[in-house]
């Protein structure tokens, strides 16, 4: 038990408490503790009844049974994976930024959620986390199932194909995969590499709640430490210094 203790304070703290709720919320619905009923995102129930907590359940919620058991483990295992690299790469030390970001897919996620009367959340949100992780990592040759290998830019599109399979449903994956590119497209693409304004700034509130470990206040539109760094190396080869390729099912 002291092992897994330990693993579990190891796990970077926004991830941690994310992967903590992903698993408690499921099993409350599965032990009957509160009906699932009052777990998933019903617009009706939401806007006309005011049963507000419905957005963030459902963000947590999960119907795990014999026929989605598979799929929900895959799912939590993406989220400690791509979650915690993020925390500790291109926002290592930065919370603030990363729980805007977190913030910011999870409203753009219920705001479709709503409109497209998509009851479970989870989904969406692990892969526009995922989506965002693979474009800032997208030239690294990754490992999949089967010795499978390929840049990790093609990553959410493959687990979108695997998702399918093994599930039977893509809208999740490609909602999230969207509100992923929305995200990236703001903070990165359109500041850093188009020359565009700034549109997405971190609140300051978020930064006195969680307040950078290092010095200064950095903002979105403004690169990671390790961009600059590889930006600046001209034997780079453009190769981004955020983590490492990983062939799924390794711990």
Same mark, same amino acid.
């Given at each position: 038990?002291?092992?897994?203790?330990?693993?579990?304070?190891?796990?970077?703290?926004?991830?941690?408490?994310?992967?903590?709720?992903?698993?408690?919320?499921?099993?409350?619905?599965?032990?009957?503790?509160?009906?699932?009923?009052?777990?998933?995102?019903?617009?009706?129930?939401?806007?006309?009844?005011?049963?507000?907590?419905?957005?963030?359940?459902?963000? /947590?919620? !999960?119907?795990?049974?014999?026929?989605?058991?598979? =799929?929900?483990? @895959?799912? +939590?295992? %993406?989220? *400690?994976?791509?979650?915690?690299?993020?925390?500790?790469?291109?926002?290592?030390?930065?919370?603030?930024?990363?729980?805007?970001?977190?913030?910011?897919?999870?409203?753009?996620?219920?705001?479709?959620?709503?409109?497209?009367?998509?009851?479970?959340?989870?989904?969406?949100?692990?892969?526009?986390?995922?989506?965002?992780?693979?474009?800032?990592?997208?030239?690294?040759?990754?490992? /999949?199932? !089967?010795?499978?290998?390929?840049?990790?830019?093609? =990553?959410?599109? @493959?687990? +979108?194909? %695997?998702? *399918?399979?093994?599930?039977?449903?893509?809208?999740?994956?490609?909602?999230?995969?969207?509100?992923?590119?929305?995200?990236?497209?703001?903070?990165?693409?359109?500041?850093?590499?188009?020359?565009?304004?700034?549109?997405?700034?971190?609140?300051?509130?978020?930064?006195?709640?969680?307040?950078?470990?290092?010095?200064?206040?950095?903002?979105?539109?403004?690169?990671?430490?390790?961009?600059?760094?590889?930006?600046?190396?001209?034997?780079?080869?453009?190769?981004?210094?955020?983590?490492?390729? %990983?062939?799924?099912?390794?711990?």
């Amino acid at each position: 038990m002291s092992d897994l203790g330990d693993w579990f304070r190891s796990i970077p703290l926004i991830t941690r408490y994310w992967f903590a709720g992903s698993i408690a919320v499921p099993l409350i619905g599965k032990l009957g503790l509160v009906s699932p009923v009052y777990l998933f995102l019903w617009p009706d129930a939401f806007i006309n009844r005011f049963q507000i907590w419905r957005p963030i359940t459902a963000t /947590f919620f !999960f119907p795990v049974g014999p026929g989605t058991g598979f =799929l929900y483990l @895959v799912n +939590l295992y %993406f989220l *400690y994976q791509y979650s915690s690299r993020l925390e500790t790469g291109a926002f290592d030390g930065r919370p603030a930024d990363y729980m805007f970001m977190l913030l910011f897919n999870w409203i753009c996620i219920v705001i479709t959620g709503l409109a497209m009367d998509m009851q479970l959340l989870m989904i969406p949100l692990i892969m526009s986390v995922l989506y965002v992780w693979a474009q800032l990592n997208r030239d690294m040759i990754v490992s /999949f199932w !089967f010795g499978t290998r390929f840049k990790a830019c093609y =990553l959410p599109w @493959v687990i +979108l194909g %695997f998702n *399918y399979i093994i599930g039977g449903s893509v809208i999740n994956e490609l909602i999230g995969n969207l509100v992923g590119h929305l995200y990236f497209f703001l903070m990165f693409k359109y500041p850093m590499d188009l020359g565009g304004r700034n549109f997405l700034s971190t609140p300051q509130f978020l930064y006195r709640w969680l307040p950078n470990r290092r010095g200064g206040v950095s903002g979105f539109g403004v690169p990671p430490a390790s961009m600059r760094r590889a930006a600046e190396d001209p034997q780079g080869g453009g190769r981004h210094n955020w983590g490492q390729g %990983f062939r799924l099912g390794d711990q």
